[in-house]
Structure formats: structure tokens, C-alpha cells
């Protein structure tokens, strides 16, 4: 069974405080790893899909990695407006393609 | 970008009503969308995948019968909520699916959201 878990689960920042979230998957065969924001009371929002190991993805403030087992989503800088709720969801190899989401990383950026 | 419209935003209903909620995308041509719900502080439970033109593959758990979906055209999706209860009060997101200009096939994207009450 695929499964997706993301770290912290909730993470206050400082205004320019850089920092990391996690996100830690076993798929059996990576299709795709899926980065999102979502606001409260809204649909996440596409950020990044990263399909192999060693890849990078940059926009704006943020940069997303890939390994074998996890994901990185690096916040540079991060301003207010960046708080959201940061959510990973694998796609494994399959007829299916869905995806499997993580918790989500609830990420509070203080002026 | 690929936009995905959902409506309405928001329906309060009574119990025993039947509710509709549609789920357009915009831009391009959805092959394939997605129903999930969303509670509280919790992250998005998937309720079904349709392709168009074929009925609705509904994931364990989900009675097909009490939420009904059309994927009626490569743009619309439907879903009812028949007989609504307080308990399906819930946060309802639709994705869609598909071949994008520069991109590739496997991108999802969601829609706004729709948030119901059952009272």
C-alpha cells in the first residue's frame, strides 16, 4: 500500500527564516511526486511534480527535491503570504494513476 | 495555467435534500476527474475517479448510490449527494486531468472547493 507522511505537521517561521518540510513515500514505482498549497477553504494549488530521483524544481521562494524515499519543499526567505498548508501526494506506477496524499505540513510564516 | 471551476462555493441544505455540484475545467480537456472530501484539519480522502463517458470507478467506503457522478463531457463533471444527512457536511474538491499545451498528462488540478451543510 502506498504511503505518503509528511513533516512537520505544523511549523511557525519567522518573516526571512529559511527552512525545509518533508515528505517521506513507499510507492511501489514513482510515477510522479506531487507538490501543493492549499488556503483555508480552498483547493490546493499545483506547485511542482517531480518524476525521478535527483531532480530539482524551483518557483519563487521555494525548491522542491527529490530522493528515492523523500521529498524536500525548501522555503528561502519565506514572507506571510506564504502561509498555507503545504500538502505531497505520490502517483505510483499503475492503470489507477491516482494520487495518495500525505497530512500536510501547516506552515505559519510571523511577520 | 489549467483552471478547474467548481460550483456552487458553498450550499446549505436540509436533511433529505439532494444536492448538485459542478465541476468544470476551463482550459483544457479533463479525460479524467476526481471527487474528494475534505474534513476538518484532515487531508483530502479520494471518493471516485471517472473517465468520460464511462461510469464512475467509486473508492471502498463510498456508496456509489448516495453520491452520484457524471462525467458527462471533457469539461463538466457532476456530483449529487442524494438524500443528504447532517453527516456528509464535508468539504467536496473536484480535479481534473489531462493533456495540457507544453506539459505533461499526469498533472492534477483542483478546483475551489465546495463547502456543504446539512442541517
Known amino acids: 500500500e502506498d504511503q505518503v507522511t509528511q513533516s512537520p505537521e505544523a511549523l511557525r517561521l519567522q518573516e526571512g527564516e529559511s527552512s525545509s518540510l518533508n515528505c517521506s513515500y513507499t510507492v511501489s514505482g514513482l510515477r510522479g511526486l506531487f507538490w501543493y498549497r492549499q488556503d483555508p477553504g480552498k483547493g490546493p494549488e499545483f506547485l511542482f511534480t517531480?518524476?525521478?530521483a535527483g531532480e530539482e524544481k524551483e518557483k519563487e521562494r521555494l525548491k522542491a527535491t527529490l530522493t528515492k524515499k523523500e521529498s524536500f519543499l525548501h522555503i528561502t526567505a519565506p514572507k506571510p503570504e506564504d502561509s498555507a498548508t503545504y500538502l505531497c501526494?505520490?502517483?505510483?506506477?499503475?492503470?489507477?494513476?491516482?494520487?495518495?496524499f500525505g497530512s500536510g505540513t501547516q506552515l505559519t510564516v510571523l511577520p | 495555467g489549467a483552471v478547474v471551476s467548481q460550483h456552487p462555493s458553498w450550499v446549505i441544505c436540509k436533511s433529505g435534500t439532494s444536492v448538485k455540484i459542478e465541476c468544470r475545467s476551463l482550459d483544457f480537456q479533463a479525460t479524467t476527474m476526481f471527487w474528494y472530501r475534505q474534513f476538518p484539519k484532515q487531508s483530502l480522502m479520494l471518493m471516485a475517479t471517472?473517465?468520460?463517458?464511462?461510469?464512475?470507478?467509486?473508492e471502498q467506503g463510498v456508496e456509489k448510490d448516495k453520491f452520484l457522478i457524471n462525467h458527462a463531457s471533457l469539461t463538466l463533471s457532476t456530483l449529487t449527494v442524494t438524500s443528504a444527512h447532517p453527516e456528509d457536511s464535508s468539504f467536496y474538491i473536484c480535479?481534473?486531468?489531462?493533456?495540457?499545451?507544453?506539459?505533461?498528462?499526469?498533472?492534477?488540478?483542483f478546483g475551489p472547493g465546495t463547502r456543504l451543510t446539512v442541517l
Open positions: 501526494a505520490v502517483q505510483a506506477a499503475g492503470s489507477a494513476r491516482q494520487l495518495t
Open positions: 480535479s481534473a486531468r489531462g493533456r495540457l499545451a507544453g506539459g505533461t498528462y499526469n498533472e492534477q488540478f
Open positions: 471517472s473517465n468520460e463517458g464511462s461510469k464512475a470507478t467509486y
Open positions: 517531480l518524476y525521478s
